[in-house]
């Protein structure tokens, strides 16, 4: 071996072991006075050290470097732990973890973020007025704005009235890069068009259980879409991009009231992880309206979906089919914003919103979902994934339904579940066009949100 | 070897290349087994660390926050683990037989922990008496029952309220009731968990179940009470009343709590399990470094103590013969044998950590295909005094605390065969006697914790043992070595029939031995010294006493299914003891 002596002689004195870690002593043992199994185990000075650092040197040589690599990792920690505990100690993290933080009196308030969909990713803030007790809160206030130029705001009131809920709630959104690709389950990807939504709510709704798993809600809502030419950044637009064939109710507004009825019939049971069972819901609209522009329509909406407990704890396939069909009165004009359309997130998932649009829209979806992580037990708090599959189409007339016309999307995500339910998921899907990235505090069958929690779709639905 | 002058070293070209080989395999070869580190040497085994000596100044007390403690041993810690060099390259070094981190510091060369300010050798050192395992640290009586109680202090807040009172002879203890629904759960783990680890060596509060009427307490005239809010005031007797109104009692109207006496000292706040307390002069060994702390994780796999984060530990300031130093405690038992201490024991305890991120991970990838076992666990039918404890599936290296701790990723193969050597000294008598003193109602969840304690005992021991021969206890008598089987001694291995084998060569001080005599067959534990492969390695050896002062003595054990690994023993050929044991 021909190496150099020096590098072997420094690499000889780095990697020596340690001088050893215990001071003996020199003086000679006495004779024991404790018997053991090794025998007298004595007490006295000879017998006695003093330990100190343990590992041989190279750990140290080896470690010198890498600290020095790492001290800012190092000065980040420390500044976290100053931070964390400053916090822990004012009592600001246990308002953090609440959803509306701040506290005065009976009046919560508290951020909001959203993200996902072309609205893009943005914030706002929650109001809530209760009785002084949870979950009696009567009066909420949102509104939401995103860094692509969508605004929301929408306020409700909710209370109890003969042995049901009312709720009376209104709201106005201003979407200023919505989109439009064409109708029909043949519109293509490269016609994206923009264009300029506005939209205004006001209603009433009431809801009441009908005994066992029957529910029903009883909605009136006066709604106005309106439609113009979108930003001048935003192109191309409608007008341009369809100039031969502009949709019916481009550049008009639509005012009416929607008057709808709605049937459940559920037979879950909580939010997180619903347990077996079955949930069917049918919805009619009528629509007549009140401006100079469109006619009266009919719009019915049904959905069906089932829960199924598979092998193992907190295994659950979540099937659903949802099918939505808009017929004209007569010969009438239906404006195009009114059209079944994929906007919520839970219809063709790997499609950017409204990519489809049409008089009809069948959507199918199957989740399967797994814990990945308890805090502390089953069932409870914790995060589970998802794997989903969904597949569906927009179509003109029934005859037009065809296996060949279906669009498929499949993705995953994460579910968190606190311990008063379902809090929120975060989902990838993906599809032939494109791959969707989502942050949302709903899911499927979340029927919790109507007039009151101010949700555009549910106000205007579409 | 002609080696290449200076000024003509390369950087680049085979003698480089062959020198970075070298240089890799060096730190390859440190990481693999070695001699023994220090050289060996005549003279007095160290029994005793010195970290007793007197400390004027009371050190500071700790007060680590909770948030952060857990924070950053859940997150921050292991990924500094993961990505440390140092541990890397020893996790390569152990594909090559080599320990996955460095010895700990305050082992002597007998392999045994020296009595400190932390541990003191008892069970796994002496005959221990199962009445002594069931006494503890005190005598076992509890509170003097001569007189009243005095509660001098009440909390109210937290799910398990409690108050200390001071009884006749003016000691003060700490009463602590069960959750609702569980009574007799977390009073009976504290109670047998902390006489175990007393009579293991660890340093325990005087822990015991009791039982008492109304009439046995009285408010003290200076009592305070610190309510929901967090205001402190005097106390009354309703406050008591309020109190004792929340808790179970037992059938005959009686309550049942937990008496731990106040320890002695000045309270100075948990140790950490990581680096030294820095104003206490006789702390001087990283606390990651001591075997006592890193095998504690066998314990607490053997206890399924889960709540095994640093608050859970004290260290008081006290007085021993005029002398004041440090004392360390681990404290608070009531999460322990299935049991939580604020009640809801869940069955993941003991099995993952609070955010286990190889467990996340393989449920992930897996798509949900595989059940955790402990999703099944269940409790035992009919005993609501034993939580989720049990001996089936039990595998003490898949143990693991809610939280992790910096000293138990730091256990090797020797702390763990240590630990596995005093828990296997805990015969069904002693498991019994400290299980008596849970004072358990239903007879048959003593019976059933004594039973689950002795097989998660005989899981751990045959874990380790299988790992490092139990060979143990060489000590000479007369002209022979005579040395333990501890395998065989505990029923470990029924039905096997154990053979043994020996050979001698003679050893220099730096470790280096002579050649090998050939292996002889023992019919039993001993060996001879004056005949047989001993005086044949002396004869035979090629150099005298003064180069080779010790005999080196390797024995082996074969249970059927091959001979094991070496215990290396080493004696001195001057004094006749043994003064080293490696394995």
């Known amino acids: 071996m021909r190496a150099s002596p020096l590098v072997l002689v420094l690499l000889a004195l780095s990697l020596c072991p340690a001088a050893p870690a215990?001071?003996?002593?020199?003086?000679?043992?006495?004779?024991?006075?404790?018997?053991?199994?090794?025998?007298?185990?004595?007490?006295?000075?000879?017998?006695?050290?003093?330990?100190?650092?343990?590992?041989?040197?190279?750990?140290?040589?080896?470690?010198?470097?890498?600290?020095?690599?790492?001290?800012?990792?190092?000065?980040?920690?420390?500044?976290?732990?100053?931070?964390l505990i400053f916090a822990d100690e004012h009592g600001v993290l246990p308002s953090l973890g609440a959803a509306l933080p701040i506290h005065i009196?009976?009046?919560?308030?508290?951020?909001?973020?959203?993200?996902?969909?072309?609205?893009?990713?943005?914030?706002?803030?929650?109001?809530?007025?209760?009785?002084?007790?949870?979950?009696?809160?009567?009066?909420?206030?949102?509104?939401?704005?995103?860094?692509?130029?969508?605004?929301?705001?929408?306020?409700?009131?909710?209370?109890?009235?003969?042995?049901?809920?009312?709720?009376?709630?209104?709201?106005?959104?201003?979407?200023?890069?919505?989109?439009?690709?064409?109708?029909?389950?043949?519109?293509?990807?490269?016609?994206?068009?923009?264009?300029?939504?506005?939209?205004?709510?006001?209603?009433?709704?009431?809801?009441?259980?009908?005994?066992?798993?029957?529910?029903?809600?009883?909605?009136?809502?006066?709604?106005?879409?309106?439609?113009?030419?979108?930003?001048?950044?935003?192109?191309?637009?409608?007008?341009?991009?369809?100039?031969?064939?502009?949709?019916?109710?481009?550049?008009?507004?639509?005012?009416?009231?929607?008057?709808?009825l709605l049937l459940r019939y559920d037979h879950t049971r909580g939010t997180g992880r619903p347990e077996p069972g079955v949930i069917t819901q049918g919805q009619a609209d009528y629509f007549r309206p009140t401006g100079t522009y469109g006619d009266a329509f009919w719009r019915y909406v049904g959905e069906a979906g089932a829960f199924v407990p598979l092998w193992f704890t907190d295994r659950t396939l979540a099937v659903r089919g949802a099918v939505s069909w808009v017929d004209e009165v007569g010969t009438g004009v239906v404006p195009f914003t009114r059209l079944s359309t994929n906007h919520s997130g839970e219809e063709l998932r790997g499609f950017q919103n409204d990519r489809w649009r049409d008089r009809g829209l069948l959507d199918l979806s199957a989740e399967y979902r797994w814990p990945v992580w308890a805090h502390q037990r089953v069932h409870d708090?914790?995060?589970?994934?998802?794997?989903?599959?969904?597949?569906?189409?927009?179509?003109?007339?029934?005859?037009?339904?065809?296996?060949?016309?279906?669009?498929?999307?499949?993705?995953?995500?994460?579910?968190?579940?606190?311990?008063?339910?379902?809090?929120?998921?975060?989902?990838?899907?993906?599809?032939r066009e494109s791959t969707q990235i989502r942050l949302r505090a709903d899911q499927m069958f979340d029927f919790k949100g109507g007039l009151y929690a101010g949700n555009a779709h549910i106000a205007v639905p579409n | 070897m002609r080696g290449t002058p200076i000024s003509r070293f390369r950087t680049d070209g085979p003698a480089a290349m062959r020198a970075r080989g070298v240089a890799w395999l060096a730190l390859l070869a440190l990481a693999a087994p070695q001699a023994s580190a220090a050289p060996l040497r005549e003279g007095p085994v160290l029994w005793q660390e010195d970290d007793r000596k007197n400390v004027v100044k009371a050190p500071v007390e700790r007060n680590p926050n909770l948030?952060?403690?857990?924070?950053?041993?859940?997150?921050?810690?292991?990924?500094?683990?993961?990505?440390?060099?140092?541990?890397?390259?020893?996790?390569?070094?152990?594909?090559?037989?080599?320990?996955?981190v460095h010895e700990a510091g305050d082992v002597n060369t007998l392999g045994e922990v020296a009595n400190s300010s932390w541990f003191t050798n008892r069970i796994g050192l002496f005959p221990l008496s199962p009445e002594k395992v069931s006494l503890g640290p005190g005598d076992g009586r509890g509170p003097s029952t001569e007189a009243t109680w005095t509660v001098i202090r009440a909390k109210t807040q937290g799910v398990t309220p409690g108050f200390d009172i001071k009884d006749a002879t003016g000691q003060v203890y700490l009463i602590k009731f069960d959750p609702p629904g569980e009574l007799g759960t977390t009073s009976a783990a504290s109670a047998i968990t902390g006489r175990i680890f007393h009579a293991a060596g660890y340093n325990v509060p005087d822990d015991g179940v009791v039982t008492f009427t109304r009439d046995r307490l009285a408010v003290g005239p200076k009592a305070t009470i610190r309510d929901a809010t967090g205001v402190k005031r005097p106390m009354t007797e309703a406050d008591l009343d309020t109190i004792l109104h929340r808790v179970d009692r037992l059938p005959d109207g009686r309550w049942l709590a937990i008496a731990s006496r106040f320890l002695?000292?000045?309270?100075?706040?948990?140790?950490?399990?990581?680096?030294?307390?820095?104003?206490?002069?006789?702390?001087?060994?990283?606390?990651?470094?001591?075997?006592?702390?890193?095998?504690?994780?066998?314990?607490?796999?053997?206890?399924?103590?889960?709540?095994?984060?640093?608050?859970?530990?004290?260290?008081?300031?006290?007085?021993?013969?005029?002398?004041?130093?440090?004392?360390?405690?681990?404290?608070?038992?009531?999460?322990?044998?299935?049991?939580?201490?604020?009640?809801?024991?869940?069955?993941?305890?003991?099995?993952?950590?609070?955010?286990?991120?190889?467990?996340?991970?393989?449920?992930?990838?897996?798509?949900?295909?595989?059940?955790?076992?402990?999703?099944?666990?269940?409790?035992?039918?009919?005993?609501?005094?034993?939580?989720?404890?049990?001996?089936?599936?039990?595998?003490?290296?898949?143990?693991?605390?809610?939280?992790?701790?910096?000293?138990?990723?730091?256990?090797?193969?020797?702390?763990?065969?240590?630990?596995?050597?005093?828990?296997?000294?805990?015969?069904?008598?002693?498991?019994?006697?400290?299980?008596?003193?849970?004072?358990?109602?239903?007879?048959?969840?003593?019976?059933?914790?004594?039973?689950?304690?002795?097989?998660?005992?005989?899981?751990?021991?045959?874990?380790?043992?299988?790992?490092?021969p139990p060979l143990d206890f060489f000590v000479v008598r007369g002209d022979a070595v005579l040395f333990h089987d501890l395998g065989a001694e505990r029923n470990l291995y029924p039905g096997a029939t154990s053979r043994y084998r020996v050979r001698f060569a003679t050893a220099a001080p730096n470790g280096s031995v002579s050649r090998w005599t050939d292996w002889a067959d023992l019919t039993k534990t001993e060996v001879p010294l004056g005949s047989g492969p001993a005086a044949l390695a002396v004869k035979g050896g090629d150099a005298g006493e003064s180069s080779r002062p010790f005999l080196a003595m390797d024995v082996q054990t074969s249970r059927g299914n091959g001979w094991s690994r070496s215990v290396r023993a080493y004696v001195s050929r001057a004094s006749g003891a043994v003064i080293a044991v490696e394995r």
Request: proline share 6%.
């Open chain 1, 22 to 83: 215990l001071a003996r002593s020199e003086t000679p043992s006495r004779p024991d006075s404790t018997e053991s199994y090794w025998g007298p185990i004595p007490d006295d000075a000879a017998s006695r050290a003093t330990f100190q650092r343990s590992g041989p040197s190279w750990e140290h040589v080896v470690l010198t470097p890498f600290t020095f690599v790492t001290y800012p990792v190092f000065l980040l920690t420390r500044g976290l732990r100053v931070g």
């Open chain 1, 105 to 260: 009196r009976n009046v919560h308030a508290g951020p909001g973020f959203t993200y996902g969909g072309h609205s893009g990713f943005g914030g706002g803030g929650t109001i809530l007025v209760d009785r002084n007790q949870p979950g009696s809160d009567w009066l909420k206030l949102r509104y939401l704005t995103t860094v692509k130029g969508m605004h929301q705001g929408a306020a409700g009131l909710r209370g109890p009235w003969a042995g049901g809920d009312v709720e009376a709630g209104g709201g106005y959104r201003l979407e200023r890069n919505a989109r439009f690709f064409g109708l029909g389950p043949t519109s293509r990807k490269s016609d994206l068009s923009y264009f300029t939504e506005e939209q205004s709510w006001a209603g009433l709704s009431y809801r009441r259980a009908l005994g066992g798993p029957f529910g029903s809600e009883w909605r009136v809502v006066y709604t106005s879409i309106g439609t113009r030419a979108p930003r001048p950044k935003d192109g191309p637009a409608l007008a341009q991009q369809f100039a031969p064939a502009i949709p019916e109710g481009y550049n008009q507004r639509s005012d009416g009231v929607l008057s709808s």
């Open chain 1, 381 to 431: 708090v914790g995060v589970d994934a998802y794997a989903f599959i969904n597949s569906g189409q927009v179509f003109r007339e029934w005859n037009q339904v065809a296996s060949r016309l279906w669009q498929t999307s499949w993705g995953g995500g994460f579910r968190a579940i606190l311990s008063d339910g379902f809090a929120g998921r975060i989902e990838i899907a993906r599809s």
């Open chain 2, 67 to 100: 948030l952060w403690t857990s924070t950053n041993e859940t997150f921050l810690r292991p990924i500094g683990r993961l990505v440390n060099p140092v541990r890397l390259g020893r996790r390569v070094g152990t594909l090559f037989g080599g320990e996955n």
């Open chain 2, 264 to 468: 002695d000292g000045k309270p100075l706040g948990p140790f950490s399990y990581k680096g030294i307390r820095k104003d206490d002069p006789n702390d001087n060994l990283r606390h990651e470094d001591r075997r006592e702390l890193r095998a504690l994780r066998m314990f607490c796999a053997w206890l399924n103590h889960w709540d095994m984060k640093e608050q859970n530990s004290l260290d008081m300031y006290v007085e021993d013969g005029g002398t004041k130093y440090v004392r360390h405690h681990l404290i608070d038992f009531a999460s322990t044998l299935g049991a939580a201490a604020g009640g809801g024991a869940q069955p993941r305890f003991g099995q993952e950590y609070t955010v286990d991120f190889p467990a996340i991970g393989g449920r992930l990838f897996a798509l949900g295909l595989h059940e955790d076992a402990w999703r099944r666990g269940r409790r035992p039918e009919g005993l609501a005094e034993v939580g989720y404890f049990e001996s089936r599936g039990f595998q003490p290296m898949e143990w693991k605390p809610l939280q992790t701790n910096v000293a138990f990723a730091n256990m090797n193969r020797r702390d763990g065969y240590w630990a596995a050597k005093i828990i296997s000294a805990f015969t069904d008598e002693h498991l019994r006697a400290a299980v008596s003193m849970g004072r358990y109602r239903n007879p048959e969840s003593a019976a059933y914790m004594a039973r689950t304690l002795a097989e998660r005992r005989d899981a751990i021991a045959r874990y380790w043992f299988d790992r490092l």
